[in-house]
């Protein structure tokens, strides 16, 4: 069982920055993909970033290419989302999670373990 607790959310002013970050317990992730989705009011869960279990290979929603930044620490079983530039769009429960397999996956049903979110609302 693995359980995550994501921090890191708050509001913001429009064109502001915040660092979320997801801390994983009850096994070490290696060798599994980690990824952040998020939910607007009245949205379905989207995808929004992805890194692979090296860390060297990521992938993000057009919407936030050029603006967020996904990482990870093995070591410390955390992974990061720098997110800057913040639109109002971007206003939503931001979830981490953990794949179900080592190769990058969007479609949330590659992953088995979520935590609780964390919001994020940006103000224009």
Request: glycine residues 12%.
């Amino acid at each position: 069982q693995v359980h995550l607790v994501e921090s890191g959310g708050g509001l913001v002013q429009a064109g502001g920055s915040l660092r979320l970050s997801c801390t994983a317990s009850g096994r070490t992730l290696n060798r599994v993909v980690m990824g952040w989705f998020r939910q607007a009011p009245g949205k379905e869960r989207e995808f929004v970033a992805n890194i692979n279990w090296s860390g060297s290979g990521t992938d993000y929603v057009d919407s936030v290419k050029g603006r967020f930044t996904i990482s990870r620490d093995g070591a410390k079983n955390t992974v990061h989302l720098q997110m800057n530039s913040l639109k109002p769009e971007d206003t939503a429960l931001y979830y981490c999670a953990v794949g179900r397999y080592y190769f990058p996956t969007n479609a949330a049903n590659d992953y088995d373990y979520w935590g609780q979110g964390t919001q994020v609302t940006v103000s224009s």
